[in-house]
Nanobody
Framework: QVQLVESGGGLVQAGGSLRLSCAAS????????MAWFRQAPGKEREFVAA??????????ADSVKGRFTISRDNAENTVTVYLQMNSLKPEDTAVYYC?????????????????WGQGTQVTVSS
């Protein structure tokens, strides 16, 4: 059974930090590229960050560059992807989704990934 389970969301004041986690299991996710997207109320889902299967390549949306860091832990049975979010702003408020792309080298901002998590809410107060 494929599972992508996000955690770590919550309410934080502007300027604060959160670390999101995504536990992926049920496939050989060590060979998958992984990404984070987010969706605010009334807006389209947007790309946040992505990481290749090996972790050697990463990409960030301009709006989060320098504040967010994506990383991964390719354990045997469960791959965990992290999103460290610093200097949070009210405009970062959204539901954050983890996504997996079976093309492990591909870093794409297009939400065409094969598997998605259920999302975790991040709310940044001003």
């Amino acid at each position: 059974q494929v599972q992508l389970v996000e955690s770590g969301g919550g309410l934080v004041q502007a300027g604060g930090s959160l670390r999101l986690s995504c536990a992926a299991s049920g496939r050989t996710f060590r060979t998958y590229a992984m990404a984070w997207f987010r969706q605010a109320p009334g807006k389209e889902r947007e790309f946040v960050a992505a990481i290749s299967w090996s972790g050697d390549s990463t990409s960030y949306a301009d709006s989060v560059k320098g504040r967010f860091t994506i990383s991964r832990d390719n354990a045997e049975n469960t791959v965990t992807v992290y999103l460290q979010m610093n200097s949070l702003k009210p405009e970062d408020t959204a539901v954050y989704y983890c996504a997996a792309d079976r093309i492990g080298w591909r870093i794409t901002s297009t939400p065409s990934h094969d598997y998605w998590g259920q999302g975790t809410q991040v709310t940044v107060s001003s």
